[in-house]
Structure formats: C-alpha cells, structure tokens
C-alpha cells in the first residue's frame, strides 16, 4: 500500500505524538526528581522489525542506542503481554543508571511494534550512592547489570525478577515508583497504536511505517548530497579517565560519498582502565546527533535518518570496548567528545554551519548517603555553548548528547537535604570573538548530612576551542570546601561541606576585533563581559 502525501503526513504527527504522550506519562509518573524535573528520560515507537518510526524529543545519547536494546530484546522472541528490562551496556543498553523497557505491542496477538522507554535511575547499586563512581575499573563496580529480562509476563508484573532487582539498589520506593511509570508509558504506547489501527487499519499503519522512514532517509540523503565529497578529519582529546590522568586521543575521518556518509574512529584510543569507555551504540548516537544538527533537525527522527550513515571504531578501543570495561563516564563524557570530534571534522566541509566549541561536558555531580534509607542525587550541570558563525553562543544551557532541564533550587532543596548557596552565570567565561561563546554556570550546595560525592567532568584543563580566530571559552573547575579537586573524584564529605562546579563556557567565533562595540557594552551592563573575574 502507498499513502498520498496527506494521509502520510497525518499519520507521521499520530505516531510522533504517540511518543511524545509516551513522555508526558514517563515525566509526570515518575517519583524522581531526576526524572520528573529533569527530564532524563526518552520514549520511542518501533515497528514489528524492530526499526525506529518516530522517538519524542528527549535524550540525544539515549534516542541513537534505543535501536540496540531492541535488537537485543527481539533476539528473546518476546510474546504478545511481555515486556522486558534491560541496562546492561554490551547488550543493548548505555550505562547502567540507564534501565530502559521493550514493549511488543499487538494488536490481535500479532506484534505491529514496539514501545520503548529509558529513564535514568538516581541508584541502581555498585560501590556509591549514585552508580558513577570515578574510580570505577570493572562494570561490576557501577551496579546492577540487566541483560534483557522478562519483567512483565501476561500483563503482570513478576513479582520475583521486580524484588530481585530491588535488592540490589538504594532509595527502593524510588526506584519501584519510577520503574512503573516507565512501565505506564509503554501501556500508553499499546493503547494508542492499537487505537490508531482501529481507526486507519493494520495494513494502513504499516504503510505508514515504510512511508515515513522513506520520507526521512530521502529528505538526508538530498542533505548529504549538498555536501561536498571528501574525506574530512578531526583530533580530540581526554583528560583522563579516572584512574590515570594522561590525555586519551579520538580521531575520527568521515567519509562523504554522494548520499552516504562513513564514519571511521580508526586511531582513537585502546579501551581505558577508568570508566570512561563507551559502548559503540554512544559514539553512534553522537554521531546521529551532529548529522541532524549540521543538516536539517527538521527531517523526522527516524530510522530513515541514519540507514546512509556507517560507524565504526577498532574492537576494543575506547568507543568500543570488551567486558568487564567500566563504561558510566563513557556515556555521559566521552558521548560529549565524540561530538566534538565528529563535529571538527564536518567544520572541514561545511564551516558555515559548525559553531566554536561548546563546553563539551555534562558536568556531572552525584550526591548520596549510604544505606538503605539514603538518598541520591544526581545533576548534569549546564555551561556554555560556543559562538555561532553568525551570533553569539548561548550561556548556561545543556550541549551535545543531553537535553535535560535542570532541577530548580525549590524541588532540589525539597527533595534533599541540601542548600542551595549560589547558582549564577560565570562572568567572562565565554571566549572572546566577532560572537562571544556562551557563559559556564557556577553551582554551589552545601550538604546537611554526611555523605558521598561522585564528580565526572571533562574541560578542566583543556579549554573548548574558539573557531576562525576567537578565543577559547574558560575551562571549568570543581571544588569542595574551597579547595579544588580532580575532574574525575569520589570522596566522602561530612555534613555541612559545600560543593562547588563552575562549568566551561563556549569559544569564540572570528576575530575578537571586529565584535560591535555595542555588543561589547551590552554585554559589561548584563555582567557577561569576556574578560575573565
């Protein structure tokens, strides 16, 4: 069956919405506050096949991997009132705190699809309050580890795989309460594509799967098309990886042929002892995220989208590593780096459309006091975003692979027992340029309890770069009490230690001559002036 344009088009907005309903009950179910004020989760439809057909507009390093842990769940043969769970980051997942659920969803005991949710979970146990220890050196360290798992048998809940889990995290009423709104979200899934079939009927439905991933991967392909050939290159680094701090190197060569794109991370670094390793689904995801962001973020997210692109990367290497590997950093910091990387190489091609650095780190802070009645708390921080080619960066704000909001100083402060003390815009700390690179954020809390504290971030020590002559943005810095520490800790604190993160703001973009003095006045009378405090 072909669908004429308007009924395609209607139908894509159904399905779409479908995965954004998925969202709306994920957040608002949720108990969380990681979830329900910051929204770190993301919701997707998928077809009997197993190909992505429409995702809600969440997490960038989630919605790339989502594919991986169907594939994974579809190699069980999963049945009609099954629905599976699964973090485990060498069969389908990201890193552990990721725990994502895979819904068949049938329609007269035939699968049509398949709905998929993934909620980042404040604990899922290991050796801190929080699942990212710094110093992690196995997977076994950083928690409960799930390959795909029959959670729901016969529309129930089993009873025995729920409580086997529960056992082996902290904060259980949180993670109950927030594994069954990921489970609320798939049953909206179900409700509203069997809905939509009653409507429009199956075989209308599955037309509208082929129609609209037909549609995206002609819409990429007329972009990749507009690029020149070429074999284009880029060179980053990272400051270590927890247990050593020597600089760790990523290269990446992509390969623009007509209307496909290859993207080769050949020369990138051997897998790390720390945890920043990253399984290969991240560095794709990354990769999908900086084709949508230098092409058109308007083509619908889909599987179309990314049949013309290939990633690869050595076995065994950093973006690709063998088990036991420690993979928490993997995903949240060297996702973000991977983006820098790929995105240098495209600014070869097609310069007018890749902004100066962003702050290239989630800037991630953990929080959480040991036992079973504890808490945890965890935050990505924001900072700034690098300048464009025709505009200044954007200051405090989530870059790259998340797209989370922040938790506001009313729901942190209600949630824990924390302070808020300061959380500002970092004056000067966007590189100068004809545009200015988005300001860091400063983020101080003094904690009431004693606790522990979990730090992964990167731009410490190497600054986001500036582009076409503009300066490089600040580099960030971590404190507790006042005195700085590594990019990369795990310390336990007594109650009334203050904690501080100042992220990295954006580079520059152009010759710092040529800003308008006005500009340069404005920015004085807001406090966002380039010179540094």
Request: aromatic share 4%; net charge negative; glycine share 12%.
């Amino acid at each position: 069956m072909t669908l004429d344009a308007v009924t395609l088009e209607v139908l894509r907005n159904r399905l779409e919405g479908i995965a954004e309903e998925m969202g709306h009950v994920l957040i608002h179910g949720a108990y969380s506050p990681n979830i329900k004020e910051r929204r770190d989760c993301s919701t997707a439809l998928f077809d009997a096949e197993g190909r992505l057909v429409a995702q809600a507009e969440h997490i960038p390093v989630h919605l790339g991997a989502m594919p991986e842990a169907v594939r994974a769940v579809r190699k069980h043969d999963p049945e009609p009132g099954e629905e599976y769970v699964l973090n485990d980051p060498f069969t389908g997942g990201t890193h552990l705190p990721d725990v994502t659920i895979v819904a068949p969803i049938d329609v007269d005991g035939e699968i049509l699809g398949y709905g998929v949710t993934r909620a980042h979970h404040g604990d899922v146990g290991g050796m801190t309050p929080g699942s990212m220890p710094a110093g992690a050196t196995e997977i076994y360290q950083e928690g409960l580890r799930l390959p795909p798992t029959r959670l729901v048998v016969d529309g129930e809940i089993d009873s025995n795989v729920l409580e086997l889990v529960l056992a082996n995290v902290r904060n259980l009423a949180e993670r109950r309460a927030d594994l069954r709104a990921q489970l609320a979200a798939t049953d909206r899934a179900r409700d509203r594509v069997r809905e939509l079939v009653a409507e429009r009927g199956r075989a209308t439905l599955e037309a509208a799967f082929d129609g609209v991933i037909e549609y995206s991967r002609n819409r990429i392909e007329a972009e990749l098309e507009a690029i020149p050939d070429g074999v284009y290159r880029g060179r980053d680094w990272l400051e270590g990886d927890g247990v050593e701090e020597s600089k760790i190197p990523l290269q990446v060569a992509v390969t623009i042929d007509g209307t496909t794109v290859d993207v080769d991370f050949e020369g990138t670094a051997d897998q790390v002892a720390g945890n920043m390793n990253a399984p290969l689904a991240v560095a794709r995801s990354a990769v999908y995220f900086v084709l949508r962001a230098v092409t058109d973020p308007d083509i619908p997210p889909n599987d179309g989208c990314y049949q013309p692109v290939t990633v690869r990367a050595p076995e065994g290497s950093i973006l690709d590593p063998t088990p036991p590997a420690a993979v928490v950093g993997g995903n949240v910091e060297t996702s973000q780096r991977v983006t820098d990387v790929v995105l240098s190489a495209f600014a070869e091609a097609i310069p007018e459309r890749v902004p100066a650095q962003s702050q290239g780190t989630m800037n991630n802070l953990i929080i959480g006091s040991r036992g079973a009645d504890g808490f945890t708390y965890y935050e990505t921080i924001g900072g700034g975003f690098g300048a464009r080619p025709d505009r200044d960066g954007v200051d405090g704000i989530q870059v790259g692979m998340t797209n989370t909001l922040n938790t506001p100083i009313e729901a942190l402060e209600a949630a824990y027992p924390m302070r808020v003390e300061r959380y500002a815009l970092r004056e000067g700390s966007g590189g100068d340029g004809r545009y200015r690179g988005g300001l860091g954020l400063e983020r101080s809390i003094t904690v009431g309890v004693d606790a522990t504290v979990s730090l992964l971030t990167e731009r410490r020590r190497l600054a986001p770069r500036g582009a076409k002559g503009g300066a490089d943005g600040a580099t960030g810095e971590n404190r507790i009490d006042g005195e700085e520490v590594p990019a990369k800790t795990t310390v336990d604190i007594e109650a009334g230690t203050t904690v501080t993160v100042e992220t990295p703001g954006g580079g520059g973009y152009g010759d710092p001559g040529e800003r308008d003095s006005s500009a340069r006045e404005r920015d004085a009378l807001d406090g966002k002036s380039v010179d540094r405090k």
